[in-house]
Protein backbone atom coordinates (compact mmCIF):
# COMPACT_ATOMS: atom_id res chain seq x y z
CA UNK A 1 0.00 0.00 0.00
CA UNK A 2 1.12 3.25 -0.46
CA UNK A 3 2.50 5.35 2.32
CA UNK A 4 3.06 9.19 1.74
CA UNK A 5 3.30 12.17 4.67
CA UNK A 6 1.59 15.75 3.79
CA UNK A 7 1.65 18.49 4.40
CA UNK A 8 0.01 21.94 3.91
CA UNK A 9 0.58 25.57 4.06
CA UNK A 10 -2.88 27.63 4.56
CA UNK A 11 -2.90 31.95 3.69
CA UNK A 12 -5.40 32.21 6.53
CA UNK A 13 -7.28 30.54 9.11
CA UNK A 14 -9.30 29.06 6.75
CA UNK A 15 -8.74 25.18 6.09
CA UNK A 16 -9.83 25.66 2.63
CA UNK A 17 -7.15 28.49 2.06
CA UNK A 18 -3.82 25.66 1.20
CA UNK A 19 -1.63 27.82 -0.24
CA UNK A 20 1.17 25.52 -0.12
CA UNK A 21 1.23 21.49 -0.05
CA UNK A 22 4.15 19.39 0.54
CA UNK A 23 4.09 15.41 -0.15
CA UNK A 24 6.83 12.80 0.79
CA UNK A 25 6.25 8.93 -0.25
CA UNK A 26 7.77 5.72 1.93
CA UNK A 27 8.39 2.65 0.40
CA UNK A 28 11.47 0.21 1.62
CA UNK A 29 12.18 2.33 4.80
CA UNK A 30 13.21 5.43 3.31
CA UNK A 31 11.74 8.63 1.60
CA UNK A 32 11.26 7.58 -2.19
CA UNK A 33 9.75 10.36 -3.66
CA UNK A 34 9.12 14.32 -2.60
CA UNK A 35 7.27 16.75 -3.89
CA UNK A 36 6.00 20.11 -3.12
CA UNK A 37 4.16 22.68 -4.78
CA UNK A 38 2.48 26.61 -4.49
CA UNK A 39 -1.30 26.92 -4.62
CA UNK A 40 -3.05 29.57 -5.25
CA UNK A 41 -5.96 30.04 -2.63
CA UNK A 42 -9.93 30.86 -3.79
CA UNK A 43 -9.35 33.94 -1.77
CA UNK A 44 -5.70 35.86 -2.06
CA UNK A 45 -6.13 36.81 1.64
CA UNK A 46 -3.15 36.36 3.37
CA UNK A 47 -3.26 36.19 7.19
CA UNK A 48 -0.15 38.24 8.97
CA UNK A 49 0.06 35.12 11.37
CA UNK A 50 0.14 32.69 8.68
CA UNK A 51 2.52 34.55 6.68
CA UNK A 52 4.92 34.54 9.55
CA UNK A 53 5.12 30.78 9.88
CA UNK A 54 5.66 30.04 6.05
CA UNK A 55 7.02 33.28 4.53
CA UNK A 56 4.33 32.76 1.51
CA UNK A 57 2.88 36.44 0.11
CA UNK A 58 0.18 36.68 -2.18
CA UNK A 59 2.48 37.21 -4.86
CA UNK A 60 4.03 34.20 -4.69
CA UNK A 61 1.09 32.17 -5.54
CA UNK A 62 -0.65 34.60 -8.26
CA UNK A 63 0.23 31.94 -11.25
CA UNK A 64 0.13 28.88 -9.12
CA UNK A 65 -2.20 26.56 -10.33
CA UNK A 66 -5.22 26.54 -8.31
CA UNK A 67 -6.25 23.53 -5.39
CA UNK A 68 -7.92 21.28 -7.81
CA UNK A 69 -4.83 21.15 -10.15
CA UNK A 70 -2.40 21.11 -8.04
CA UNK A 71 -3.94 18.38 -6.18
CA UNK A 72 -5.26 15.90 -9.29
CA UNK A 73 -2.10 14.19 -9.66
CA UNK A 74 -1.77 12.91 -6.08
CA UNK A 75 -5.57 12.68 -5.70
CA UNK A 76 -4.86 8.29 -6.17
CA UNK A 77 -2.43 7.74 -3.71
CA UNK A 78 -3.76 9.80 -0.85
CA UNK A 79 -7.10 7.62 -1.54
CA UNK A 80 -5.98 4.89 -1.77
CA UNK A 81 -3.13 4.87 0.30
CA UNK A 82 -1.93 5.98 4.20
CA UNK A 83 -1.65 8.98 4.59
CA UNK A 84 0.64 10.08 7.42
CA UNK A 85 0.62 13.90 9.30
CA UNK A 86 1.90 15.76 11.63
CA UNK A 87 -1.13 16.84 13.95
CA UNK A 88 -3.24 14.94 11.00
CA UNK A 89 -6.38 16.46 11.78
CA UNK A 90 -5.48 19.91 10.61
CA UNK A 91 -3.53 18.62 6.90
CA UNK A 92 -6.38 16.44 6.25
CA UNK A 93 -9.04 19.17 7.40
CA UNK A 94 -7.54 20.98 4.63
CA UNK A 95 -7.41 18.41 2.44
CA UNK A 96 -10.97 17.71 2.91
CA UNK A 97 -11.81 21.25 2.88
CA UNK A 98 -9.91 22.14 -0.48
CA UNK A 99 -11.26 19.37 -2.20
CA UNK A 100 -14.69 20.45 -1.18
CA UNK A 101 -14.62 23.95 -1.69
CA UNK A 102 -13.13 23.45 -5.26
CA UNK A 103 -16.83 21.08 -6.28
CA UNK A 104 -14.43 17.79 -6.09
CA UNK A 105 -16.00 14.74 -4.35
CA UNK A 106 -13.95 14.08 -0.89
CA UNK A 107 -12.83 10.36 -1.34
CA UNK A 108 -12.09 7.92 1.92
CA UNK A 109 -9.20 8.85 3.88
CA UNK A 110 -6.85 6.53 6.06
CA UNK A 111 -4.30 8.47 8.42
CA UNK A 112 -1.99 8.57 11.15
CA UNK A 113 -0.95 10.85 13.62
CA UNK A 114 3.03 11.32 13.64
CA UNK A 115 2.18 13.53 16.64
CA UNK A 116 0.86 10.31 18.31
CA UNK A 117 3.59 8.32 17.03
CA UNK A 118 6.07 10.53 18.38
CA UNK A 119 4.19 11.20 21.64
CA UNK A 120 4.88 7.38 22.38
CA UNK A 121 7.78 6.56 20.66
CA UNK A 122 9.98 10.01 21.30
CA UNK A 123 8.64 11.48 24.14
CA UNK A 124 10.19 14.51 25.99
CA UNK A 125 9.44 17.55 27.93
CA UNK A 126 9.24 19.63 25.31
CA UNK A 127 6.77 18.36 23.76
CA UNK A 128 6.19 16.80 19.91
CA UNK A 129 6.47 19.58 18.10
CA UNK A 130 7.75 18.57 14.32
CA UNK A 131 10.31 20.96 14.56
CA UNK A 132 11.51 19.91 18.29
CA UNK A 133 10.89 15.91 17.47
CA UNK A 134 12.81 16.36 14.16
CA UNK A 135 15.86 18.20 16.13
CA UNK A 136 15.61 15.43 18.75
CA UNK A 137 15.82 13.09 15.69
CA UNK A 138 18.39 14.89 13.46
CA UNK A 139 16.63 15.20 10.75
CA UNK A 140 17.88 18.15 8.86
CA UNK A 141 15.01 20.15 7.56
CA UNK A 142 13.40 24.16 6.90
CA UNK A 143 10.63 24.07 8.65
CA UNK A 144 7.72 25.29 7.86
CA UNK A 145 8.17 24.66 4.15
CA UNK A 146 5.33 22.36 3.21
CA UNK A 147 7.88 19.95 1.07
CA UNK A 148 10.69 19.95 3.92
CA UNK A 149 7.76 19.39 6.52
CA UNK A 150 6.33 16.35 4.84
CA UNK A 151 9.94 15.18 4.48
CA UNK A 152 10.06 15.71 7.99
CA UNK A 153 7.19 13.96 9.31
CA UNK A 154 7.89 10.79 6.89
CA UNK A 155 11.54 10.47 8.81
CA UNK A 156 9.75 10.71 11.60
CA UNK A 157 7.90 8.02 11.17
CA UNK A 158 10.44 6.05 9.87
CA UNK A 159 12.71 6.45 12.69
CA UNK A 160 9.58 5.14 15.14
CA UNK A 161 9.79 1.96 12.83
CA UNK A 162 13.06 1.51 13.24
CA UNK A 163 13.15 2.48 17.18
CA UNK A 164 10.50 -0.46 17.23
CA UNK A 165 11.58 -3.21 14.63
CA UNK A 166 8.09 -2.16 13.06
CA UNK A 167 8.31 -3.71 9.31
CA UNK A 168 5.67 -1.16 8.23
CA UNK A 169 3.89 1.94 9.31
CA UNK A 170 0.78 -0.48 9.83
CA UNK A 171 3.31 -2.85 12.49
CA UNK A 172 3.82 0.43 14.07
CA UNK A 173 0.29 2.00 13.95
CA UNK A 174 -0.40 -1.52 15.69
CA UNK A 175 2.41 -2.28 17.93
CA UNK A 176 1.79 1.34 19.76
CA UNK A 177 -1.93 0.47 19.65
CA UNK A 178 -2.58 3.28 17.68
CA UNK A 179 -5.52 2.99 14.97
CA UNK A 180 -5.38 4.26 11.59
CA UNK A 181 -8.03 6.59 11.20
CA UNK A 182 -10.51 6.41 8.46
CA UNK A 183 -12.83 9.40 7.00
CA UNK A 184 -15.76 8.79 4.99
CA UNK A 185 -15.93 10.32 2.16
CA UNK A 186 -18.42 11.50 -0.07
CA UNK A 187 -20.12 13.49 -3.02
CA UNK A 188 -19.48 17.42 -3.14
CA UNK A 189 -21.74 19.13 -0.28
CA UNK A 190 -21.17 22.62 -1.41
CA UNK A 191 -19.42 24.45 -3.24
CA UNK A 192 -19.17 28.50 -4.40
CA UNK A 193 -21.79 29.36 -7.06
CA UNK A 194 -18.58 30.78 -8.91
CA UNK A 195 -16.68 27.92 -8.94
CA UNK A 196 -19.67 26.07 -10.24
CA UNK A 197 -20.42 28.68 -12.43
CA UNK A 198 -16.70 28.40 -13.54
CA UNK A 199 -17.71 24.93 -14.32
CA UNK A 200 -21.18 24.63 -15.61
CA UNK A 201 -19.34 27.47 -18.17
CA UNK A 202 -16.43 24.85 -19.13
CA UNK A 203 -19.00 22.58 -20.22
CA UNK A 204 -17.91 22.04 -23.89
CA UNK A 205 -20.94 22.27 -26.12
CA UNK A 206 -20.07 18.58 -27.09
CA UNK A 207 -18.93 16.38 -24.36
CA UNK A 208 -17.22 13.70 -26.29
CA UNK A 209 -14.45 16.57 -26.91
CA UNK A 210 -13.42 14.66 -23.29
CA UNK A 211 -12.02 11.43 -23.92
CA UNK A 212 -9.63 9.65 -21.88
CA UNK A 213 -7.27 6.89 -22.67
CA UNK A 214 -6.55 4.83 -19.45
CA UNK A 215 -3.77 1.74 -19.03
CA UNK A 216 -5.90 -0.81 -17.79
CA UNK A 217 -4.34 -3.63 -15.32
CA UNK A 218 -3.73 -6.19 -17.79
CA UNK A 219 -2.06 -3.64 -20.28
CA UNK A 220 -4.68 -3.10 -22.64
CA UNK A 221 -6.27 0.49 -23.03
CA UNK A 222 -9.52 1.88 -22.73
CA UNK A 223 -11.32 4.96 -23.52
CA UNK A 224 -13.83 6.53 -21.35
CA UNK A 225 -15.45 8.90 -22.91
CA UNK A 226 -18.50 11.29 -21.93
CA UNK A 227 -21.40 10.42 -23.28
CA UNK A 228 -24.90 11.86 -23.67
CA UNK A 229 -27.55 10.18 -21.62
CA UNK A 230 -31.09 11.00 -21.18
CA UNK A 231 -30.58 11.78 -16.90
CA UNK A 232 -27.66 14.26 -18.07
CA UNK A 233 -23.98 13.15 -19.39
CA UNK A 234 -22.47 10.20 -18.38
CA UNK A 235 -18.83 8.62 -18.30
CA UNK A 236 -18.43 5.39 -20.21
CA UNK A 237 -15.97 2.84 -20.51
CA UNK A 238 -14.40 0.67 -23.08
CA UNK A 239 -13.48 -2.18 -20.81
CA UNK A 240 -15.38 -5.64 -20.62
CA UNK A 241 -17.63 -4.28 -17.33
CA UNK A 242 -17.63 -1.09 -19.03
CA UNK A 243 -19.19 -2.34 -21.86
CA UNK A 244 -21.86 -4.31 -19.83
CA UNK A 245 -22.91 -0.65 -18.28
CA UNK A 246 -21.08 -1.04 -15.22
CA UNK A 247 -19.46 1.98 -12.91
CA UNK A 248 -15.98 0.34 -13.73
CA UNK A 249 -12.86 1.17 -11.88
CA UNK A 250 -11.64 3.42 -14.50
CA UNK A 251 -14.57 5.34 -14.93
CA UNK A 252 -14.01 5.59 -10.80
CA UNK A 253 -10.90 6.69 -10.51
CA UNK A 254 -11.59 9.93 -13.62
CA UNK A 255 -14.63 10.86 -11.60
CA UNK A 256 -12.28 11.51 -8.12
CA UNK A 257 -9.69 13.34 -10.31
CA UNK A 258 -7.34 9.99 -10.11
CA UNK A 259 -4.64 10.11 -13.23
CA UNK A 260 -2.46 7.54 -11.93
CA UNK A 261 -3.17 5.52 -14.99
CA UNK A 262 -4.59 8.25 -17.47
CA UNK A 263 -2.50 7.20 -20.51
CA UNK A 264 -3.99 10.09 -22.81
CA UNK A 265 -2.11 13.73 -22.24
CA UNK A 266 -5.17 15.83 -21.02
CA UNK A 267 -4.78 15.89 -16.93
CA UNK A 268 -6.19 19.11 -16.30
CA UNK A 269 -9.42 17.92 -18.26
CA UNK A 270 -9.78 15.30 -15.69
CA UNK A 271 -9.69 18.30 -13.02
CA UNK A 272 -12.42 19.82 -15.37
CA UNK A 273 -14.44 16.55 -15.72
CA UNK A 274 -14.47 16.31 -12.08
CA UNK A 275 -16.02 19.59 -11.29
CA UNK A 276 -18.65 18.89 -13.75
CA UNK A 277 -19.99 16.23 -12.53
CA UNK A 278 -19.51 17.50 -9.10
CA UNK A 279 -21.63 20.06 -10.44
CA UNK A 280 -24.30 17.54 -12.00
CA UNK A 281 -24.22 16.35 -8.91
CA UNK A 282 -25.50 19.40 -6.55
CA UNK A 283 -28.07 20.05 -10.09
CA UNK A 284 -29.34 17.06 -9.47
CA UNK A 285 -29.64 16.81 -5.99
CA UNK A 286 -31.17 20.51 -5.32
CA UNK A 287 -33.89 19.10 -7.95
ZN1 LIG B 1 -13.27 0.55 -17.59
Not at 59 to 75: G, H, I, K, R, W
Not at 155 to 160: F, N, W
Request: aromatic share 4%; hydrophobic share 45%; with cysteine.
Amino acid sequence: MTVLALDFETANERRDSACAVGLAWIADGRVVRRESHLIRPPEMRFAPGNIRVHGILPANVADAPDFATAMAPYLGDLSRGLILAHNASFDIGVLRAGLARAGLPVPDLAYLCTVQVARRVFPAPEGCGLGKVARRLGIRFEHHDAGEDAYACAEIALAAMRERDAADVHALAAALGLPITRAAGGPPRRALGAISGRAMAAFPAEPAALRFTMLGSTGNRYTVALEERPGGPQLRCTCTAGRYGVRCRHVKALEVGDITHLISDNASDVVLLARMLGAKMRVAGAA
